[in-house]
């Protein structure tokens, strides 16, 4: 914090007045004899470097005590001001939106960051994950759409190597491109289930904690289900039902069985990587029912070898979108 207010100190130096005016004893003791006035100015300077808020509050009180004036004063501080709430919104983002949960307020704020500077990182960061933590903490999905955007221009921006300052409140650079891609996912889950396909299948190539969490799988084969194979089942009642086969029917039969082979790996990935923490319990329970149905369907109505697939499913890669 005092290395930036440092450098605002010295952009306002330049605007305002000359480095050698304010630098000395005698710029506090502009030619003035407004006893109050030079006690708000030294009460802002002689907290400036060490203490930022205190120098904040003597400045706008001394700002708004002589709005109309025009001295050394005044063009020192109103730079510094602007300099200080500026630098200040762009704290206030993730502290309003993590420590306090109060969405609305942070959102707003990181626009009006964006506004100054579109492609500070960091704030996008915090605008993207957001969404996720609004709709899940508070059952808040309003930020969604405009979420989903901050979040890809992060990624964007990290893939072709930016970086914030620091990388809260991610642990470092794969967590939060694993956890922007996992919003990018939780978001489309509903309105675009094959796009969110994607956005899962990157999550869980990260080496980050989300690679080892049972959500992780359990929305990627939901994503396959809800998506491709619902679209492709439907397709394939509607055209092949009840009729002799034929080289378009099996084509599109396998094309459907390699989607349901897909949501079989991810269904198995979600259950292994549940265990046998009771939190995930009774998911765990509904996965291994869907799961066991689409297995005994892919294998003649027999569960052998499923054991055996859930067990060793962490371990291999996971198979690229069909």
Known sequence: MRLLLKRIMFASFVVAVSLATIGSTQAQVVETDDQAKIDIYTRFYNNRINNE?????AAKEYLAKYPKDDDAYTRYLKPWVALYDKWD?????????????????????????????????????YLGYGAYLASTAARNESFNVEARGYAQKAITAIEAGQAPDEWKPFR???????????????????????????????????????????????FLAAAYE????????????????????????????????????????AYAR???????????????AQWMTTLTNFYKFRHDGLDTGL???????????LPPKP
């Open 270 to 284: 979600a259950i292994a990587a549940a265990g046998n923490d009771p939190a995930n319990a009774q998911n765990k």
């Open 307 to 317: 054991t055996e697939l859930i067990a060793g499913a962490l371990a291999k890669p």
């Open 53 to 57: 808020t205190v120098a904040y509050q």
């Open 172 to 218: 470092d650079k794969t967590d939060a491109l694993a956890r922007l891609y996992y919003t990018l996912g939780f978001i489309d889950f509903r309105s675009n289930p094959t796009q969110a396909i994607d956005s899962f299948i990157k999550t869980a190539q990260l080496e980050s904690d989300l690679k080892k969490a049972p959500s992780t799988y359990y």
């Open 226 to 265: 809800t998506g491709p194979y619902k679209t492709m089942a439907a397709a394939y009642q509607t055209n092949f039902a009840g009729k002799p086969e034929s080289p378009a029917s099996k084509a599109a039969l396998d094309k459907l069985n390699l989607v349901i082979d897909r949501m079989i790996d």
């Open 89 to 125: 919104r762009k704290q206030r983002v993730p502290q309003l939106i993590y420590d306090q949960n109060n969405f609305a307020e942070g959102y707003r704020l990181g626009k009006q960051v964006l506004a100054e500077n579109p492609n500070d990182l960091a704030t996008l960061m």
